[in-house]
Protein backbone atom coordinates (compact mmCIF):
# COMPACT_ATOMS: atom_id res chain seq x y z
CA UNK A 1 0.00 0.00 0.00
CA UNK A 2 2.83 2.29 1.02
CA UNK A 3 5.16 1.09 -1.38
CA UNK A 4 5.83 3.88 -3.95
CA UNK A 5 8.99 2.21 -6.48
CA UNK A 6 7.37 3.17 -9.11
CA UNK A 7 7.65 6.69 -8.58
CA UNK A 8 11.07 6.71 -8.74
CA UNK A 9 12.63 6.13 -12.54
CA UNK A 10 11.31 2.37 -12.34
CA UNK A 11 11.08 1.17 -16.12
CA UNK A 12 11.41 -1.70 -18.27
CA UNK A 13 15.46 -1.95 -17.30
CA UNK A 14 14.03 -2.92 -13.93
CA UNK A 15 12.30 -5.54 -15.48
CA UNK A 16 15.36 -6.96 -16.98
CA UNK A 17 17.25 -6.92 -13.99
CA UNK A 18 14.84 -8.45 -12.12
CA UNK A 19 14.81 -11.19 -14.38
CA UNK A 20 18.30 -11.95 -14.23
CA UNK A 21 18.09 -11.40 -10.34
CA UNK A 22 16.10 -14.80 -10.49
CA UNK A 23 19.03 -16.80 -11.61
CA UNK A 24 21.27 -15.51 -8.66
CA UNK A 25 21.93 -17.38 -5.35
CA UNK A 26 21.49 -15.48 -2.74
CA UNK A 27 24.67 -13.55 -1.19
CA UNK A 28 25.77 -16.02 1.84
CA UNK A 29 26.41 -12.75 4.12
CA UNK A 30 22.61 -11.72 3.39
CA UNK A 31 20.92 -11.90 6.77
CA UNK A 32 23.93 -13.53 8.36
CA UNK A 33 27.52 -14.04 8.63
CA UNK A 34 29.28 -10.71 8.01
CA UNK A 35 25.96 -9.28 8.38
CA UNK A 36 25.57 -9.25 12.38
CA UNK A 37 29.81 -7.46 12.12
CA UNK A 38 27.25 -4.72 10.61
CA UNK A 39 24.91 -4.85 13.46
CA UNK A 40 28.00 -5.11 15.71
CA UNK A 41 30.02 -2.00 14.51
CA UNK A 42 26.83 0.05 14.19
CA UNK A 43 25.98 -0.70 17.70
CA UNK A 44 29.72 0.90 18.92
CA UNK A 45 28.57 3.73 16.54
CA UNK A 46 25.92 4.40 18.35
CA UNK A 47 27.12 4.47 21.28
CA UNK A 48 30.30 7.00 20.43
CA UNK A 49 28.25 9.23 18.16
CA UNK A 50 24.55 9.39 19.98
CA UNK A 51 25.65 8.34 23.06
CA UNK A 52 28.27 10.89 23.38
CA UNK A 53 25.89 13.50 22.38
CA UNK A 54 22.69 12.85 24.49
CA UNK A 55 25.47 12.96 27.69
CA UNK A 56 26.67 16.16 26.61
CA UNK A 57 24.64 17.43 29.58
CA UNK A 58 27.55 16.96 31.92
CA UNK A 59 29.90 19.36 29.41
CA UNK A 60 27.53 21.87 29.00
CA UNK A 61 27.09 22.80 32.86
CA UNK A 62 30.72 22.65 33.25
CA UNK A 63 30.92 25.17 29.74
CA UNK A 64 28.46 27.31 31.94
CA UNK A 65 30.57 27.81 34.81
CA UNK A 66 34.00 27.99 32.45
CA UNK A 67 32.55 30.71 30.04
CA UNK A 68 30.23 32.30 32.06
CA UNK A 69 27.97 33.32 29.21
CA UNK A 70 23.88 33.22 29.25
CA UNK A 71 22.26 29.48 28.84
CA UNK A 72 20.21 30.17 25.62
CA UNK A 73 23.96 30.80 24.33
CA UNK A 74 25.70 27.86 25.23
CA UNK A 75 23.42 25.89 24.97
CA UNK A 76 23.26 26.07 21.04
CA UNK A 77 27.25 24.09 21.14
CA UNK A 78 25.08 20.93 21.91
CA UNK A 79 22.42 21.63 19.81
CA UNK A 80 24.88 22.43 16.63
CA UNK A 81 26.35 19.38 17.25
CA UNK A 82 23.28 17.12 17.42
CA UNK A 83 21.93 19.02 14.69
CA UNK A 84 24.55 19.25 12.19
CA UNK A 85 25.16 14.99 12.81
CA UNK A 86 21.86 15.05 11.34
CA UNK A 87 21.16 17.72 8.84
CA UNK A 88 24.36 16.90 6.99
CA UNK A 89 22.82 13.39 5.75
CA UNK A 90 22.27 14.49 1.83
CA UNK A 91 25.60 15.95 1.56
CA UNK A 92 27.17 13.07 2.96
CA UNK A 93 25.20 10.66 0.87
CA UNK A 94 28.18 12.58 -1.85
CA UNK A 95 30.73 11.18 -0.11
CA UNK A 96 29.08 7.63 -0.21
CA UNK A 97 28.48 7.43 -3.33
CA UNK A 98 32.25 8.80 -4.66
CA UNK A 99 34.42 7.10 -1.86
CA UNK A 100 31.97 4.24 -0.28
CA UNK A 101 30.62 3.42 3.35
CA UNK A 102 34.13 2.06 4.41
CA UNK A 103 35.94 5.25 3.50
CA UNK A 104 33.37 8.03 4.87
CA UNK A 105 32.71 6.39 8.33
CA UNK A 106 36.75 5.94 8.57
CA UNK A 107 37.58 9.78 7.51
CA UNK A 108 33.94 10.87 9.96
CA UNK A 109 35.82 8.89 12.98
CA UNK A 110 38.88 11.33 12.27
CA UNK A 111 36.95 14.78 11.82
CA UNK A 112 35.08 13.77 15.03
CA UNK A 113 38.06 12.88 17.11
CA UNK A 114 39.90 16.30 15.66
CA UNK A 115 36.49 18.37 16.88
CA UNK A 116 36.81 17.04 20.16
CA UNK A 117 40.65 17.37 20.85
CA UNK A 118 40.29 20.91 19.63
CA UNK A 119 37.57 21.79 21.84
CA UNK A 120 39.82 20.83 24.86
CA UNK A 121 41.97 24.09 23.88
CA UNK A 122 38.47 26.16 23.03
CA UNK A 123 38.67 30.20 24.59
CA UNK A 124 35.25 30.93 23.81
CA UNK A 125 31.72 29.53 23.57
CA UNK A 126 31.90 31.14 19.89
CA UNK A 127 35.12 29.12 19.54
CA UNK A 128 33.07 25.78 20.78
CA UNK A 129 30.64 26.71 17.79
CA UNK A 130 33.47 25.66 15.13
CA UNK A 131 35.63 23.24 16.74
CA UNK A 132 32.61 21.22 18.09
CA UNK A 133 29.24 22.50 16.73
CA UNK A 134 30.63 22.13 13.28
CA UNK A 135 33.51 19.80 13.23
CA UNK A 136 32.68 17.41 15.81
CA UNK A 137 29.23 17.29 14.58
CA UNK A 138 30.17 16.96 10.67
CA UNK A 139 32.92 13.84 11.25
CA UNK A 140 29.72 12.51 13.62
CA UNK A 141 27.08 12.43 10.70
CA UNK A 142 30.09 11.12 7.88
CA UNK A 143 30.09 8.03 10.34
CA UNK A 144 26.87 7.86 11.35
CA UNK A 145 24.45 7.85 8.06
CA UNK A 146 26.79 4.67 6.77
CA UNK A 147 26.62 2.99 9.24
CA UNK A 148 22.73 2.49 9.10
CA UNK A 149 22.98 2.10 5.51
CA UNK A 150 25.09 -0.69 5.62
CA UNK A 151 22.87 -2.43 8.08
CA UNK A 152 20.45 -2.05 5.86
CA UNK A 153 22.02 -3.32 2.97
CA UNK A 154 23.07 -6.59 4.93
CA UNK A 155 19.52 -7.83 5.75
CA UNK A 156 16.27 -8.29 4.25
CA UNK A 157 14.41 -10.52 6.03
CA UNK A 158 15.64 -9.07 9.41
CA UNK A 159 16.24 -5.65 8.79
CA UNK A 160 13.72 -4.29 11.56
CA UNK A 161 15.13 -6.46 14.25
CA UNK A 162 18.51 -5.71 13.00
CA UNK A 163 18.07 -2.22 13.14
CA UNK A 164 16.82 -2.07 16.66
CA UNK A 165 19.64 -4.14 17.76
CA UNK A 166 22.49 -1.69 16.26
CA UNK A 167 20.63 1.72 17.40
CA UNK A 168 20.18 0.46 21.01
CA UNK A 169 23.86 1.90 21.20
CA UNK A 170 21.86 4.99 22.00
CA UNK A 171 20.53 3.98 25.11
CA UNK A 172 23.72 1.77 26.34
CA UNK A 173 25.58 4.92 25.13
CA UNK A 174 23.79 7.50 27.30
CA UNK A 175 24.61 5.89 30.75
CA UNK A 176 27.94 4.56 29.53
CA UNK A 177 28.92 8.68 28.14
CA UNK A 178 27.21 9.93 31.46
CA UNK A 179 29.20 8.25 34.01
CA UNK A 180 32.45 8.40 32.06
CA UNK A 181 32.39 12.37 31.05
CA UNK A 182 31.05 12.99 34.75
CA UNK A 183 34.25 10.86 36.16
CA UNK A 184 36.50 12.44 33.84
CA UNK A 185 35.50 16.27 34.26
CA UNK A 186 35.79 15.39 38.34
CA UNK A 187 39.72 14.28 38.03
CA UNK A 188 40.62 15.74 35.38
CA UNK A 189 39.07 18.90 34.22
CA UNK A 190 36.61 19.21 31.25
CA UNK A 191 39.33 19.79 28.90
CA UNK A 192 41.28 16.98 29.23
CA UNK A 193 38.22 14.95 29.85
CA UNK A 194 37.26 16.35 25.87
CA UNK A 195 40.59 15.25 24.87
CA UNK A 196 40.30 12.36 26.51
CA UNK A 197 36.84 11.43 24.76
CA UNK A 198 38.65 12.47 21.15
CA UNK A 199 41.24 9.79 21.35
CA UNK A 200 37.98 7.37 22.36
CA UNK A 201 36.38 8.35 19.40
CA UNK A 202 39.22 7.12 17.25
CA UNK A 203 37.37 4.21 17.56
CA UNK A 204 34.57 5.13 14.96
CA UNK A 205 37.99 4.61 12.28
CA UNK A 206 37.77 1.00 13.85
CA UNK A 207 33.71 0.53 13.32
CA UNK A 208 34.38 2.17 9.69
CA UNK A 209 36.86 -0.60 8.72
CA UNK A 210 34.16 -3.20 9.38
CA UNK A 211 32.07 -2.18 7.03
CA UNK A 212 33.32 -3.60 3.70
CA UNK A 213 31.38 -3.64 0.78
CA UNK A 214 29.24 -6.68 0.33
CA UNK A 215 31.06 -8.34 -2.70
CA UNK A 216 29.15 -10.12 -5.00
CA UNK A 217 30.16 -14.02 -4.59
CA UNK A 218 26.40 -14.96 -6.76
CA UNK A 219 26.75 -17.17 -9.77
CA UNK A 220 25.02 -17.15 -13.05
CA UNK A 221 24.48 -20.03 -15.42
CA UNK A 222 25.71 -18.54 -18.78
CA UNK A 223 23.73 -19.50 -21.85
CA UNK A 224 25.12 -22.47 -23.95
CA UNK A 225 27.64 -23.35 -21.09
CA UNK A 226 27.53 -26.44 -19.05
CA UNK A 227 29.46 -24.60 -15.83
CA UNK A 228 28.41 -21.87 -14.35
CA UNK A 229 30.80 -18.55 -14.58
CA UNK A 230 31.25 -16.50 -12.00
CA UNK A 231 30.03 -12.89 -12.28
CA UNK A 232 32.22 -10.15 -12.75
CA UNK A 233 33.91 -9.23 -9.24
CA UNK A 234 32.48 -5.58 -8.38
CA UNK A 235 34.20 -4.12 -5.31
CA UNK A 236 32.20 -0.89 -4.97
CA UNK A 237 31.49 0.20 -1.40
CA UNK A 238 28.80 2.14 -2.50
CA UNK A 239 24.78 1.90 -0.35
CA UNK A 240 23.37 1.14 -4.03
CA UNK A 241 23.00 -2.61 -4.37
CA UNK A 242 21.36 -2.59 -8.05
CA UNK A 243 19.54 -0.03 -10.39
CA UNK A 244 21.92 3.07 -10.87
CA UNK A 245 25.29 2.65 -9.73
CA UNK A 246 24.74 -0.89 -11.15
CA UNK A 247 24.31 0.44 -14.21
CA UNK A 248 27.16 3.09 -14.06
CA UNK A 249 29.66 0.20 -13.50
CA UNK A 250 28.98 -1.46 -16.38
CA UNK A 251 29.42 1.56 -18.47
CA UNK A 252 32.44 2.09 -16.93
CA UNK A 253 33.27 -1.96 -18.01
CA UNK A 254 32.31 -0.85 -21.56
CA UNK A 255 34.95 -0.80 -24.44
CA UNK A 256 35.84 2.56 -24.17
CA UNK A 257 36.72 2.71 -20.19
CA UNK A 258 38.96 -0.66 -20.83
CA UNK A 259 40.59 0.47 -23.54
CA UNK A 260 41.92 3.11 -21.11
CA UNK A 261 42.37 0.93 -18.08
CA UNK A 262 44.24 -1.57 -20.52
CA UNK A 263 46.40 1.20 -22.48
CA UNK A 264 47.87 2.20 -18.94
CA UNK A 265 48.34 -0.78 -18.19
CA UNK A 266 50.11 -1.95 -21.04
CA UNK A 267 52.43 1.63 -21.11
CA UNK A 268 53.44 0.87 -17.09
CA UNK A 269 54.34 -3.03 -18.51
CA UNK A 270 56.53 -1.08 -21.70
CA UNK A 271 58.04 1.54 -19.17
CA UNK A 272 59.52 -1.24 -17.20
CA UNK A 273 62.49 -0.80 -19.46
CA UNK A 274 62.07 2.58 -19.33
CA UNK A 275 63.83 4.83 -16.76
CA UNK A 276 61.55 4.51 -13.08
CA UNK A 277 60.21 8.11 -13.71
CA UNK A 278 57.93 7.06 -16.61
CA UNK A 279 56.48 4.14 -14.61
CA UNK A 280 55.70 6.25 -11.48
CA UNK A 281 54.23 8.89 -13.85
CA UNK A 282 52.10 6.20 -15.72
CA UNK A 283 50.88 4.80 -11.90
CA UNK A 284 50.10 8.17 -10.68
CA UNK A 285 48.24 8.86 -14.28
CA UNK A 286 46.27 5.80 -13.66
CA UNK A 287 45.26 6.36 -10.15
CA UNK A 288 44.28 10.19 -11.06
CA UNK A 289 41.84 8.56 -14.30
CA UNK A 290 40.33 6.17 -11.89
CA UNK A 291 39.53 8.28 -9.04
CA UNK A 292 38.15 10.96 -11.62
CA UNK A 293 36.01 8.72 -13.49
CA UNK A 294 34.73 7.49 -9.66
CA UNK A 295 33.85 11.21 -8.82
CA UNK A 296 32.12 11.65 -11.39
CA UNK A 297 30.10 8.97 -11.58
CA UNK A 298 29.16 9.45 -7.45
CA UNK A 299 28.09 12.97 -8.06
CA UNK A 300 26.36 11.73 -11.46
CA UNK A 301 24.38 9.29 -9.11
CA UNK A 302 24.02 11.54 -6.37
CA UNK A 303 22.68 14.90 -8.48
CA UNK A 304 20.15 12.26 -10.33
CA UNK A 305 18.74 11.26 -6.74
CA UNK A 306 17.46 14.76 -5.69
CA UNK A 307 17.32 16.59 -8.95
CA UNK A 308 17.66 14.66 -11.79
CA UNK A 309 14.47 12.98 -13.70
CA UNK A 310 14.57 9.96 -10.49
CA UNK A 311 14.22 13.01 -8.06
CA UNK A 312 13.08 11.35 -4.94
CA UNK A 313 10.75 14.22 -4.77
CA UNK A 314 8.81 12.81 -7.26
CA UNK A 315 7.78 10.28 -4.86
CA UNK A 316 4.96 12.42 -3.00
CA UNK A 317 4.63 9.99 -0.05
CA UNK A 318 8.22 9.94 0.54
CA UNK A 319 7.85 13.85 0.70
CA UNK A 320 5.09 13.63 3.32
CA UNK A 321 7.43 11.64 4.91
CA UNK A 322 9.84 14.71 5.36
CA UNK A 323 7.16 16.50 6.52
CA UNK A 324 6.48 14.43 9.03
CA UNK A 325 10.54 14.18 10.56
CA UNK A 326 10.49 17.64 10.99
CA UNK A 327 8.65 17.36 13.51
CA UNK A 328 8.89 14.20 15.00
CA UNK A 329 12.40 14.44 16.39
CA UNK A 330 11.71 17.03 18.86
CA UNK A 331 8.74 15.59 20.66
CA UNK A 332 11.60 13.08 21.98
CA UNK A 333 14.24 15.76 22.13
CA UNK A 334 12.53 18.22 24.47
CA UNK A 335 11.32 16.22 26.89
CA UNK A 336 14.96 14.40 27.37
CA UNK A 337 16.38 17.73 27.21
CA UNK A 338 14.08 19.93 29.73
CA UNK A 339 12.76 16.94 32.13
CA UNK A 340 15.20 17.97 34.80
CA UNK A 341 14.02 21.79 34.99
CA UNK A 342 10.67 20.63 34.95
CA UNK A 343 11.28 18.44 38.22
CA UNK A 344 12.73 20.82 39.88
CA UNK A 345 9.96 22.92 38.91
CA UNK A 346 7.29 20.48 40.43
CA UNK A 347 9.84 19.83 43.73
CA UNK A 348 10.20 16.49 42.52
CA UNK A 349 14.11 16.84 42.26
CA UNK A 350 15.01 14.42 45.50
CA UNK A 351 12.81 11.48 44.05
CA UNK A 352 13.97 12.29 40.66
CA UNK A 353 17.84 11.63 41.99
CA UNK A 354 17.35 8.24 43.38
CA UNK A 355 16.05 7.17 39.17
CA UNK A 356 16.02 9.85 36.77
CA UNK A 357 13.04 10.50 34.64
CA UNK A 358 15.64 10.52 31.42
CA UNK A 359 16.68 7.37 32.54
CA UNK A 360 13.46 5.59 32.34
CA UNK A 361 13.37 7.42 29.04
CA UNK A 362 16.16 5.57 27.52
CA UNK A 363 15.90 2.03 29.73
CA UNK A 364 12.42 1.79 27.60
CA UNK A 365 14.12 3.47 24.54
CA UNK A 366 16.50 0.59 23.94
CA UNK A 367 13.22 -2.36 25.18
CA UNK A 368 11.65 -0.56 22.66
CA UNK A 369 13.69 -0.61 19.46
CA UNK A 370 14.45 -4.28 19.99
CA UNK A 371 10.41 -5.11 20.60
CA UNK A 372 9.11 -3.35 17.67
CA UNK A 373 12.31 -4.08 15.29
CA UNK A 374 10.81 -7.49 16.43
CA UNK A 375 7.42 -7.60 15.91
CA UNK A 376 7.92 -5.89 12.61
CA UNK A 377 9.87 -8.65 11.16
CA UNK A 378 7.06 -11.09 11.94
CA UNK A 379 5.56 -12.26 8.48
CA UNK A 380 2.06 -10.86 9.51
CA UNK A 381 2.79 -7.85 10.47
CA UNK A 382 2.95 -4.53 8.61
CA UNK A 383 6.12 -2.88 9.35
CA UNK A 384 4.06 0.52 8.46
CA UNK A 385 1.22 -0.41 11.01
CA UNK A 386 3.55 -1.07 14.13
CA UNK A 387 5.01 2.33 12.60
CA UNK A 388 2.34 4.37 13.03
CA UNK A 389 0.74 2.52 16.56
CA UNK A 390 4.12 3.83 17.90
CA UNK A 391 3.90 7.46 16.30
CA UNK A 392 0.32 7.80 17.95
CA UNK A 393 1.09 6.14 21.31
CA UNK A 394 4.48 9.05 21.45
CA UNK A 395 2.52 11.70 20.67
CA UNK A 396 -0.36 10.97 22.90
CA UNK A 397 2.28 11.12 25.50
CA UNK A 398 3.32 14.29 24.87
CA UNK A 399 0.05 15.64 25.20
CA UNK A 400 -0.63 13.97 28.55
CA UNK A 401 2.94 14.75 29.58
CA UNK A 402 2.04 18.48 31.23
CA UNK A 403 -0.90 17.34 33.32
CA UNK A 404 1.62 15.13 34.97
CA UNK A 405 2.44 16.27 38.67
CA UNK A 406 3.73 13.82 40.53
CA UNK A 407 6.84 11.47 39.93
CA UNK A 408 4.94 8.05 39.27
CA UNK A 409 2.43 9.55 36.80
CA UNK A 410 5.73 11.06 35.08
CA UNK A 411 7.51 7.94 35.57
CA UNK A 412 4.93 6.37 33.69
CA UNK A 413 4.96 8.67 30.73
CA UNK A 414 8.35 9.06 30.43
CA UNK A 415 8.16 5.10 30.00
CA UNK A 416 5.54 5.61 27.06
CA UNK A 417 7.70 7.97 25.65
CA UNK A 418 10.94 6.15 25.66
CA UNK A 419 8.92 2.72 24.34
CA UNK A 420 7.59 4.38 21.51
CA UNK A 421 10.27 6.37 20.40
CA UNK A 422 11.55 2.97 19.80
CA UNK A 423 10.39 3.64 16.43
CA UNK A 424 13.60 5.20 15.22
CA UNK A 425 15.18 1.85 14.64
CA UNK A 426 12.10 1.45 12.13
CA UNK A 427 12.99 4.43 10.08
CA UNK A 428 15.67 3.24 8.07
CA UNK A 429 12.94 0.08 6.82
CA UNK A 430 10.00 2.17 6.36
CA UNK A 431 12.16 4.41 4.16
CA UNK A 432 13.74 1.46 1.95
CA UNK A 433 10.28 0.26 1.66
CA UNK A 434 9.12 3.68 0.23
CA UNK A 435 12.13 4.19 -2.63
CA UNK A 436 14.12 0.99 -2.82
CA UNK A 437 17.61 0.10 -1.65
CA UNK A 438 19.32 1.38 -4.20
CA UNK A 439 18.01 4.94 -2.88
CA UNK A 440 18.21 4.17 0.72
CA UNK A 441 21.55 6.34 1.14
CA UNK A 442 20.20 9.54 -0.46
CA UNK A 443 16.43 8.87 0.87
CA UNK A 444 17.57 8.19 4.42
CA UNK A 445 19.99 11.27 4.55
CA UNK A 446 16.83 13.58 3.41
CA UNK A 447 14.77 12.56 6.22
CA UNK A 448 17.78 12.55 9.10
CA UNK A 449 18.33 16.07 7.72
CA UNK A 450 14.90 16.46 8.47
CA UNK A 451 15.43 15.44 12.18
CA UNK A 452 18.25 17.53 12.58
CA UNK A 453 16.33 20.74 11.80
CA UNK A 454 14.13 19.45 14.60
CA UNK A 455 16.29 19.12 16.63
CA UNK A 456 18.23 21.67 16.11
CA UNK A 457 15.61 24.49 16.70
CA UNK A 458 13.53 22.20 19.43
CA UNK A 459 14.78 22.85 22.36
CA UNK A 460 15.43 26.63 21.89
CA UNK A 461 11.76 26.61 20.86
CA UNK A 462 10.47 25.12 23.85
CA UNK A 463 13.10 27.50 26.18
CA UNK A 464 11.69 30.36 24.05
CA UNK A 465 8.07 29.54 24.99
CA UNK A 466 9.15 29.07 28.54
CA UNK A 467 10.44 32.71 28.74
CA UNK A 468 7.63 34.11 27.32
CA UNK A 469 4.82 31.97 29.69
CA UNK A 470 7.01 30.75 32.14
CA UNK A 471 5.72 27.01 31.73
CA UNK A 472 6.76 24.38 29.53
CA UNK A 473 2.96 22.71 28.94
CA UNK A 474 2.50 25.23 26.08
CA UNK A 475 5.63 23.77 24.24
CA UNK A 476 4.49 20.66 24.84
CA UNK A 477 0.80 20.80 23.15
CA UNK A 478 2.16 22.76 20.12
CA UNK A 479 5.07 20.00 19.53
CA UNK A 480 2.20 17.18 19.94
CA UNK A 481 -0.14 19.30 17.87
CA UNK A 482 2.46 19.62 14.73
CA UNK A 483 3.84 15.79 15.39
CA UNK A 484 -0.29 15.06 14.51
CA UNK A 485 -0.43 16.76 11.21
CA UNK A 486 2.44 14.99 10.11
CA UNK A 487 1.09 11.63 11.04
CA UNK A 488 -1.82 12.44 9.64
CA UNK A 489 0.26 13.46 6.21
CA UNK A 490 1.45 10.27 5.90
CA UNK A 491 -2.26 8.60 6.91
CA UNK A 492 -4.22 10.78 3.90
CA UNK A 493 -1.25 10.55 1.17
CA UNK A 494 -2.45 6.63 0.77
CA UNK A 495 -6.24 7.95 -0.11
CA UNK A 496 -5.27 10.32 -2.11
CA UNK A 497 -2.95 7.90 -4.56
CA UNK A 498 -5.68 5.61 -4.12
CA UNK A 499 -7.74 7.91 -5.74
CA UNK A 500 -6.03 9.37 -8.18
CA UNK A 501 -5.54 5.89 -9.48
CA UNK A 502 -9.18 4.81 -9.40
CA UNK A 503 -9.85 8.21 -11.44
CA UNK A 504 -7.03 7.43 -13.61
CA UNK A 505 -8.92 3.64 -14.13
CA UNK A 506 -12.16 5.19 -15.18
CA UNK A 507 -10.30 7.40 -17.57
CA UNK A 508 -8.60 4.74 -19.15
CA UNK A 509 -12.00 2.91 -19.49
CA UNK A 510 -13.91 5.62 -20.63
CA UNK A 511 -11.41 5.88 -23.86
CA UNK A 512 -11.42 2.30 -24.53
Keep these: ?67 HQSRGLTAWVSSLSMGITLIVGPFIGLFINTCGCRQTAIIGGLVNSLGWVLSAYAASVRSLFITFGVAAGLGSGM ?43 AEYGWRNAMFIQGALSLNLCVCGALMRPLSPEKVEHCPGAEEPCALPDYSTESVKSGGPLAMTEEQDRRPGNEETVCDLQTRECQGQVHPRKNVCAFRVLKTVSQLTVRVQRGFRDWHSGYFGTASLFTNRMFVAFIFWALFAYSSFVIPFIHLPEIVSLYNLSEQNDVFPLTSIIAILHIFGKVILGAVADLPCISVWNVFLIANFTLVLSIFLLPLMHTYESLAVICALIGFSSGYFSLMPVV ?20 NGISALLGPPFAGWIFDITQKYDFSFY ?15 QPCIQMIEQSRRKCIDGAHV
Design 431 to 450: TEDLVGTEHLANAYGIIICA
Design 143 to 185: AYLPAVVMVGRYFQKRRALAQGLSTTGTGFGTFLMTVLLKYLC
Design 478 to 492: ICGLLYTVGILFLLI
Design 1 to 67: MYTSHEDIGYDLEDDRKAKNKKTLKPHPDIDGGWAWMMVLSSFFVHILIMGSQMALGVLNVEWLEEF
